[in-house]
């Protein structure tokens, strides 16, 4: 920093300090029982100007150290922001501001860097099984099989993996395509049992649907379809060839209930708690199918909760897994515009 731009910014006290010995000497001038000779005048003035000179040229000197510091800071490569020891309180708070807007910065960046991870893992992941049913179909082709069914199984399962990466991308814009309206449970379910036949013949799975018609809940039927897919999906995958999935529904003073359960594999206790976590896929995902990607039931508790209901698991390992999908009977969808 020049010292003529340090003068600059220092008129205020110049001005003060002018305004104040002017006052002074005029003061002394004109007393006129004051008996101060001229010559003691001018001596004062003389010695109070060569002071303040020595001050402005200290406070210049400090104040120009601590900016060559900033400015050292400022042109090195480490972007960390390391900076000089305050000179003045209003310095010390322009540090602890800018080291809280650093930390935010960093927190955000690595959120972001987070989620970049997650979803290239998820792409790679939804990538891989696409190729599956793909690689399946040429293999059917190759081999001139006139097999309908396990056509439309592969190109289901091609459907279901496309369906969850676009509601995947679209579940952070909730609030844009959505519509509530009073949905027939029975309904839903029967879409999503008859999306899924060709599995439940193929592996021979008995169905228990005891949905009644007459069980409505207020709910956006799109989202709602796919949340039950999910969980639907994720049975018939951990439940062995000739087992059982039910459908039926309960009711409280607080909340409709739509339970859904099988007699598969289950869920280990530890990893009960982690069920609903992002891309987790647990002792089940690595033993039992090795293509999951841990994004079904995160998916559907995410869009649940936006819709304004919940979902909770009960399992037993090796003896079965009981889904709750919660609706509660009063709830403030104004607030789910918001989310």
């Excluded at 322009?94 to 997650?118: G, Q």
């Excluded at 879409?191 to 599995?199: L, R």
């Amino acid at each position: 920093m020049s010292f003529f731009r340090y003068l600059k910014e220092s008129i205020r006290i110049i001005i003060f300090y002018i305004l104040l010995m002017s006052f002074v000497v005029m003061s002394i001038y004109l007393d006129r029982k004051n008996r101060v000779l001229n010559s003691n005048i001018e001596y004062i003035i003389f010695v109070s100007l060569f002071m303040f000179c020595i001050f402005l040229i200290l406070d210049y000197l400090i104040k120009n150290r601590h900016i060559k510091k900033l400015l050292k800071a400022q042109c090195s490569e480490d972007k960390t922001p390391i900076l000089p020891k305050a000179v003045e309180y209003k310095d010390e708070l322009y540090t602890n501001i800018i080291n809280d807007i650093y930390k935010s910065s960093v927190e955000a960046i690595r959120n972001v860097e987070a989620e970049f991870m997650e979803n290239k893992e998820f792409m790679e992941a939804w990538v891989h099984e696409v190729k599956t049913p793909i690689t399946t179909m040429r293999l059917l082709l190759d081999s001139n099989e006139e097999d309908i069914d396990s056509y439309k199984e592969e190109v289901e399962k091609i459907d279901e993996y496309v369906e969850k990466v676009l509601y995947y991308s679209r579940s952070d814009n909730f609030s844009k395509d959505y519509i509530i309206s009073e949905v027939s449970l029975e309904t839903v379910v029967k879409e999503s049992i008859k999306k899924q036949a060709i599995v439940f013949i193929k592996k021979h799975i008995i169905l228990k649907q005891e949905v009644d018609e007459s069980f409505k809940i207020d709910s956006d039927k799109k989202w709602l379809l796919f949340i039950i897919d999910q969980v639907l999906s994720n049975a018939l995958k951990y439940t062995d060839k000739g087992g059982c999935i039910g459908f039926r529904t309960a009711e409280n003073d607080k909340e409709r209930l739509l339970i859904i359960e099988d007699d598969g594999v289950g869920i280990k206790s530890e990893d009960l708690n982690r069920i609903f976590t992002k891309t987790f896929t647990g002792a089940n995902g690595r033993n039992e199918n090795l293509k999951a990607t841990g994004l079904g039931l995160y998916l559907s508790q995410k869009l649940s909760k936006k819709l304004g209901h919940s979902i909770t698991i009960e399992s037993e390992f090796s003896k079965g897994t009981r889904v709750y999908v919660h609706f509660p009977k009063w709830c403030d969808y104004y607030n789910i515009t918001q989310m």
